[in-house]
């Protein structure tokens, strides 16, 4: 088998396995188990399917790997662009063209007007985005079809549509005196394609967590209220830090009427939160950041905002990936930093950084299994594939959905937060 410089530092814990990130097409054939799912989930009803990687992608060594997809890059020049998700793996990020989170690389696909095609090494909510704002001309391709989001998966369309009509056969749908909605949809951009098209259709609005309380000031401003969804951390540690008290967040399960609130519950509402969560995030805890605080005296801990409330208020600091990229690159002296987000990232500042002493404050490293489905052969076939004329794994937004998502994007980069820009790809290895 190829040997591949793994990141993964320490036992797998029940949700992970070394085992997915060095043969990621030997789970994505296995029946019962496929996109949008880390080890435990449920595949969601209709999910797309990656068919075999053929055998000699498989069987190639990384070193192969690595020298045909530069051969593929090169022969297809600027036809071609690589977009990289910070939580990616080093050996893919190593051929990317841009790395950033999901705002930035939402942005950077359309700085790129010359490039016929659009490979998306991050999941696949971030591939049709990247279609919904990419022009006619452009294409986008994910080079594994099962990297998927579990948290995106918990926001179905058809849970959402039926919340929203309880809701509003609550509260009505007149604004009040002031002209604001009785209730906005905001969706996190960790979401199907389907769910922001049902924000731009219902007035409401994409966020990322580089931008969530920007969107959540746009929301309050044209609605008495907001719902929501998938991400309930995202929604309560940004609505909370906004000044809005925690018995007004009440939180809807999908299972129950009305969300398992009462009406007094929800007509008291300033934030719904629907009931879902990155599988990763919510494995921190406050133990983690008391330890490291003992540990390590004089310790930086900065979290990102998926993580549960208790852990984020723990923390000294919370932000998104960008965020903490941006905080551990500004600090003028070597510095402790404990970090609560993806493993791949914090272990991508340690070694651009040796400076500073990071680590990752969850000592049972578990990347996000999903993100981990784009392993270089994945990379290599989709790029040759080009190179020979074929064209793999296509992620096609349908255009009446593309039309209403896109509304909703657009309000999303017209709050744009400062500073946030696309960065430059990582050197090799960094
Ligand atoms: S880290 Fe969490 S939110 Fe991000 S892609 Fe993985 S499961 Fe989804």
Redesign the pocket.
């Known amino acids: 088998m190829p040997s591949i410089a793994l990141t993964i530092q320490a036992a797998p814990a029940a949700a992970c396995t070394p085992e997915l990130a060095k043969q990621p097409w030997s789970f994505d054939t296995v029946p019962g188990y496929g996109p949008g799912s880390?080890m435990g989930d449920v595949i969601p009803a209709g999910a797309p399917r990656q068919g075999g990687l053929p055998a000699e992608y498989q069987r190639a060594t990384t070193e192969e790997l690595h020298e045909r997809i530069r051969a593929a890059k090169a022969a297809l020049g600027d036809r071609v662009v690589i977009l990289g998700?910070f939580?990616q793996r080093d050996e893919i990020v190593q051929h990317a063209d841009f790395l950033g989170d999901s705002f930035q690389l939402a942005n950077a696909a359309q700085t790129v007007p010359n490039a016929e095609t659009i490979v998306f090494c991050?999941?696949h909510f971030m591939a049709e985005t990247a279609d919904i704002l990419a022009q006619q001309h452009q294409r986008v391709i994910l080079p594994n079809l099962a990297a998927?989001?579990?948290?995106?998966d918990m926001a179905d369309s058809d849970s959402v549509e039926e919340c929203w009509e309880q809701l509003e056969a609550l509260y009505g749908t007149e604004p009040d005196a002031e002209g604001r909605a009785p209730i906005i949809p905001v969706t996190y951009m960790?979401s199907s394609a389907a769910l922001k098209a049902f924000c731009g259709r219902h007035g409401g609005i994409v966020c990322t967590s580089s931008n969530a309380e920007t969107v959540l000031e746009w929301a309050f401003e044209r609605g008495q209220r907001v719902l929501f969804f998938p991400?309930q951390h995202l929604g309560r540690n940004t609505a909370k830090k906004m000044g809005v008290p925690l018995e007004r967040m009440p939180m809807w399960n999908p299972r129950g009427p009305l969300g398992g609130n009462t009406a007094e519950q929800l007509l008291d509402a300033r934030v719904v939160l629907w009931h879902g969560f990155?599988?990763?995030?919510k494995r921190f805890t406050v133990e983690q950041v008391e330890r490291a605080r003992a540990e390590h005296p004089g310790v930086r801990v900065i979290v990102h905002p998926?993580c549960p409330m208790a852990v984020v208020d723990a923390a000294d600091e919370a932000g998104s990936t960008d965020y903490i990229r941006r905080a551990v690159a500004a600090a003028t002296e070597p510095t402790t930093f404990a970090i609560g987000t993806?493993v791949n990232m914090v272990n991508r500042l340690a070694a651009e950084f040796p400076q500073h002493e990071i680590f990752c404050l969850d000592p049972v490293v578990c990347p996000?299994?999903?993100?981990y489905r784009i392993h270089p052969g994945y990379l290599a076939w989709v790029l040759e594939g080009l190179v020979n004329g074929e064209t793999h794994n296509v992620i096609e937004v349908p255009d009446a959905v593309a039309a209403d998502a896109r509304v909703a994007l657009e309000r999303m980069l017209a709050s744009r937060p400062a500073g946030s820009v696309p960065a430059p790809a990582a050197p090799h290895g960094a």
């Open positions: 880390s998700h939580y991050g999941v998927g989001c579990s948290m995106a960790n991400d990155c599988s990763v995030h998926e993806e996000c299994s999903t993100m």
